[in-house]
Nanobody, 122 residues
């Protein structure tokens, strides 16, 4: 099936930047929209951003629009999340996921990565 592997998480000071990567592999990876979600302790998993594999459709959560940018490299089968102006509320485990179509709904995604931790101290 489709396998997803996130990387690039770590510790960054408020106001700083970080880029997450998600390497995708599988027989039908090109047919999927790719999304980023995050989950903080004690909270539900929430939508961050998504893009069609072609890059023609992109959606962002209100909490991150203007600060985060989702992109993809089709040749490398990799999707990125560029995060700027980071703040403490961005602290969470970030997950990469694949869906048949771009969506903000957790339930629309069929495949998930293992997650990567992003820490932004207050």
């Amino acid at each position: 099936q489709v396998q997803l592997a996130e990387s690039g998480g770590g510790l960054v000071q408020a106001g700083g930047s970080l880029r997450l990567s998600c390497a995708a592999s599988g027989r039908t990876v090109s047919s999927y929209a790719m999304g980023w979600f995050r989950q903080a302790p004690g909270k539900e998993r929430e939508f961050v951003a998504t893009t069609s594999w072609s890059g023609g459709v992109r959606l962002y959560a209100d909490s991150v629009k203007g600060r985060f940018t989702i992109s993809r490299d089709k040749a490398k089968s990799t999707v990125y999340l560029e995060m700027n102006s980071l703040k403490a509320d961005d602290t969470a485990v970030y997950f990469c996921a694949a869906s048949p179509v771009p969506s903000e709904a957790v339930g629309a995604y069929e495949h998930w990565g293992q997650g990567t931790q992003v820490n932004v101290p207050a």
